[in-house]
Structure formats: C-alpha cells, structure tokens
C-alpha cells in the first residue's frame, strides 16, 4: 500500500509557488538527454507530452522548462497531434529513455489509461495537466492533476462584460453564446459568465446558446445566429474559435460598433482584434507558465519518494483587455 499525504493546493499557493518557479526564460527545444534519476532536484527530467501545439501548450510547456531548468534539468516535449496512436507511442519512447517524470494532457479519459499504467510500472510517475483519466485511474495511478480553474475564465469576463454593459450599453444586454458545453469544463466557464453578470445586476437576456466551438465552423454560425436574432449587441464565446468567428460574423455583416464581444483562451487573433477595440473587448486566457511551474512542483515532490493522493490544482485564469494594451502586447510578443 502506498503511503499518501493529502495537498490541498489553492490557487493562491500555486500562483505563489509560480512566481518563485518561473525566473528564467524556457527554451523551447526543451533537452534530448535520457534521464538521471533525479531527486526532485537538479538532474530532473520530464517527459511533456502534448496533444498539439497552439499558444496554450506551448506555454504551459515554456512553463515547465523554466522551472526545470531552474534546478539544472531537462524537458523532453512531445507533440501527438491529436492522435491517440502517437500518444501510445510517446509513452513508450519516454519510458525507454527512463525519464523520471512524465507530464501529460491525456488525449481520453479511459484510452490514455493504458500508457498511464505503463510508466507507473516502469517507476516513472505521471502527473496530468489540462485532461486527465477517469477518477478511478487518477486514484490508482496519477500523482496530481494540474488544471485551469475553468469556472475563472468565464467570471473573469464576465465581471468586464458587466462593467462595459453597465458604462457603455445602458446596463442592457441581449446576448449570442457560442458554447463547448460536450464539455464540463465548458459548462463551467459559461456559469461563470453568466453569475457575473447576475453578481453585478445587469439586465440581460441569452437569446441564442449554441454548441460550436471548430473554428472553421464558428463564423458561419454566429452568422446565423445574428441573423435571426438581429437584436443581439453581445456575443460571448467559450473559446477562442468561436470568439474569432463571432468577430468575423459580426465584421462582414456590418455591426461593428454595434454588437460586442466577450469571449474566452487568448490567442494571437485575439490579440490582435484587443489592440483593434472595435469589437472584441475582452477574454481570459488560461495561465499556462503558472500550470507549468505547477506541474513541476508536483513532479519534484513525486521523485522524492512522496507518494501524493491525487489532487487538482487549479489555475486562476487572466484577463486580457482592451483596455490594458500594455499586457496583451507583452503576451504576443511572448507567445510570437
């Protein structure tokens, strides 16, 4: 029987622990070096595995070399590119290069089991970031779980939608939603949107809530959406596709300045339509340099021969604004 101790990780501790992981720049390359056996401090390697690579990825990867090579270790990233196939074989070859730790965004709550169990038995412990298995799975085989506080990102919007609403709209909103609600997660992001607005008493009324989030499809969508309901002035987004899409739709149907929009994750797009200010006003991205720093807390405390019960962390998103340039153009030039 494993011995267990219990961590209680608020997201005010880890953005504490993120500040004091994070002083160094990543490189992006991440090492080649096999393994060391390393004690949770210098020597460390992990194994990162990625189910793709966008800004959100690549900076919960920059993340995680910062803080390991902080301690004078090493990353080896993998991308999978969304195939299950790839990921089987990603844990094969980080389990044949003895990596100590591997960090990964599991492609399937009960597919991604299988390469899980055969790290844990070869004496690599796993910690899950983004996505993880089933909580069966976690209990027996995962160390932590490293995650977005989801539930954030909605309020964190929500709560500059209510003030913008309040100042610019006459406390009035009729509102479009492009939702991901297949997902929890997603679910979570839009209660938080939703409950800021009532926290702050705007009138508003959801005329339109849609699943579509493939950012080769959201345009098209929000179009419809603003063509039967032609009294919208809001539109909010779960994503960052459908954020960019309802912004198309709303540009090449002529309602710039007439309808506005909220949505969620940051992306260099979006980026560039916050410096615009026309449209879109705000979105909160999730913190991927604080999950990395989180991510190699848990895996040093892992390889020192603390078993872990495991746990969620959860990371506070941040807001990126129209209003405060200065920070959107510091994460694209970052993110570039």
């Not at 690579?53 to 991308?79: H, N």
């Not at 506005?260 to 916050?274: Q, R, W």
């Amino acid at each position: 029987m494993k011995m267990i101790r219990s961590i209680a990780t608020a997201a005010a501790t880890i953005a504490v622990a993120a500040l004091a992981l994070t002083g160094c720049s990543g490189n992006q390359g991440g090492g080649t070096g096999g393994a060391t056996g390393g004690d949770g401090g210098d020597g460390l390697t992990i194994g990162f595995i990625a189910m793709h690579l966008d800004s959100y990825f690549s900076s919960v990867q920059t993340g995680v070399e910062a803080a390991v090579q902080e301690a004078g270790g090493t990353v080896i990233p993998v991308s999978v590119d969304d195939d299950a196939g790839k990921e089987a074989q990603a844990f094969q070859d980080l389990i044949s290069r003895q990596v100590d730790v591997i960090a990964v965004s599991a492609m399937d709550s009960e597919g991604t089991v299988a390469g899980i169990r055969s790290a844990v038995e070869a004496g690599i412990p796993v910690v899950c970031y983004n996505a993880c298995v089933t909580p069966e799975a976690q209990e027996e085989l995962v160390s932590a779980f490293v995650q977005s506080d989801n539930k954030s990102l909605g309020t964190f919007t929500g709560e500059f939608a209510a003030e913008y609403i309040s100042t610019n709209l006459g406390n009035t909103a009729t509102i479009g939603i492009l939702n991901c609600d297949i997902f929890e997660v997603c679910k979570q992001r839009k209660a938080g949107f939703l409950e800021a607005l009532d926290a702050a008493g705007v009138d508003y009324d959801v005329v339109a809530d849609q699943t579509e989030y493939e950012a080769d499809k959201t345009t098209a969508t929000a179009e419809a959406i603003l063509t039967a309901n032609p009294e919208i002035n809001v539109f909010w987004s779960a994503t960052d596709g459908g954020g960019t899409g309802a912004i198309s739709a709303i540009s090449g149907g002529g309602l710039t300045g007439k309808v506005f929009v909220f949505s969620t994750d940051m992306s260099l797009a979006l980026g560039d339509e916050l410096e615009d200010g026309s449209i879109l006003q705000a979105t909160t991205g999730q913190d991927g340099m604080s999950q990395g720093a989180a991510i190699v807390e848990a895996a040093q405390n892992a390889v020192a021969g603390e078993q872990l019960d495991p746990y969620e962390a959860f990371i506070p998103g941040v807001l990126f604004s129209a209003e405060d340039l200065d920070a959107v153009r510091e994460w694209m030039d970052a993110n570039k």
